[in-house]
T-cell receptor, first 115, second 113 residues
């Protein structure tokens, strides 16, 4: 199993450009999520999905869109990039959080810089 | 609502010394608690988790944590620090009825030779 994969690893955008961060998992996990990591702020949840066709907002959803058309993929879209979105983005997946046996698996991250 | 507070953004210990990283939680419902480790330029890796089965939880790499409801704490310890333990450590909480993980701001551990 590849686990959770993310592409690209690095990206530089100009203000106003759009792009999609890709995330895929091959563990048949129902739950997938996107976090951003900023210095001194830990990880903050952007959006999450509890299954194909179902998404919901997390703590910091503004400026980001998601969709979940398949169990495997959960792309994160930046419609009009802003310098405040400069961050490291992590995708994660798990069977279902809150279950005693569940574990959240993280991808390697995408480092995004918006100029 | 759930949240965690990690006391100390930076902790330095000598190699072979006790490691103690602090985490206090706030939860209105029984929580599940986690410790994750992040090595430089990598994603997060689960160290251990509390799921109400036992209050003392043992994890990978010799780490353990004790759930203390009376103190609302879930501190991470390791008896003897190794150079390879240098990393960022995150505490996280999720409610047993919830779908969202809440992470602390992290503690950077430095191990001095």
């Amino acid at each position: 199993n590849a686990g959770v994969t993310q592409t690209p690893k690095f990206q530089v955008l100009k203000t106003g450009q759009s792009m999609t961060l890709q995330c895929a998992q091959d563990m048949n996990h129902e739950y997938m999520s996107w976090y951003r990591q900023d210095p001194g702020m830990g990880l903050r949840l952007i959006h999450y999905s509890v299954g194909a066709g179902i998404t919901d907002q997390g703590e910091v959803p503004n400026g980001y869109n998601v969709s979940r058309s398949t169990t495997e993929d959960f792309p994160l879209r930046l419609l009009s990039a802003a310098p405040s979105q400069t961050s490291v983005y992590f995708c994660a997946s798990s069977l279902q959080p809150g279950y005693p046996t569940d574990t959240q698996y993280f991808g390697p991250g995408t480092r995004l810089t918006v100029l | 609502a759930q949240s965690v507070t990690q006391l100390g953004s930076h902790v330095s210990v000598s190699e072979g010394a006790l490691v103690l990283l602090r985490c206090n939680y706030s939860s209105s419902v029984p929580p599940y608690l986690f410790w994750y480790v992040q090595y430089p330029n990598q994603g997060l890796q689960l160290l251990l988790k509390y799921t109400s089965a036992a209050t003392l939880v043992k994890g990978i790499n010799g780490f353990e944590a004790e759930f203390k409801k009376s103190e609302t704490s879930f501190h991470l310890t390791k008896p003897s620090a190794h150079m390879s333990d240098a990393a960022e450590y995150f505490c996280a909480v999720v409610a047993d009825t919830g779908n969202q993980f809440y992470f602390g701001t992290g503690t950077s551990l430095t191990v001095i030779p």
